[in-house]
C-alpha cells in the first residue's frame, strides 16, 4: 500500500501535485529515508541490501515514467540522487538501531520489549 501510494503521488501531473513548502530534492530525500525505515523495520538485517536495491530501482524506474508522459513531470538524475542519498540515511539508521521496529513493536505488545538483532 506504501509502494501505491508513493506511485500514484510520483506519477500525477504537475498540475495536481500538492505544494509542502520544501525543496524538491529534500522532498525526495525525506520520502526515501521514510521508505527504507518503513522496509527496514519488516525485513532483517541480512535482507537490507534487497530493500536499498528495491528502492533505488524503483526511484529509478518513476524517473523513466515520468520523462515519458509528457503531463508537466520530467525525469531527472538529480532526484535519483537525492533518492539514494535518502535510501543510504534510511540504512544507515536502520543499522544504527531504528531498522527492527515492527519486531520490537510485536514483542512490546506480547510483553517482552526485547528483541534479539538477527
Not at 53 to 73: K, N, P
Request: glycine content about 12%; aromatic content about 10%.
Amino acid at each position: 500500500m506504501v509502494i501505491v501510494a508513493m506511485l500514484i503521488v510520483c506519477l500525477l501531473p504537475a498540475t495536481e501535485l500538492p505544494n509542502t513548502g520544501l525543496n524538491d530534492k529534500l522532498e525526495h530525500t525525506t520520502a526515501y529515508v521514510l521508505l527504507t525505515l518503513w522496509f527496514a523495520g519488516l525485513y532483517p538485517r541480512s535482507r537490507y541490501w534487497v530493500v536499498a536495491l528495491g528502492l533505488f530501482l524503483m526511484g529509478v524506474t518513476i524517473e523513466f515514467a515520468q520523462a515519458a508522459m509528457h503531463m508537466g513531470r520530467q525525469g531527472d538524475v538529480r532526484d535519483v540522487i537525492a533518492n539514494s542519498a535518502g535510501i543510504a540515511a534510511g540504512i544507515a539508521l536502520a543499522f544504527a538501531g531504528l531498522g527492527g521496529w515492527a519486531q520490537w513493536i510485536d514483542g512490546w505488545t506480547r510483553g517482552r520489549a526485547t528483541v534479539k538483532p538477527d
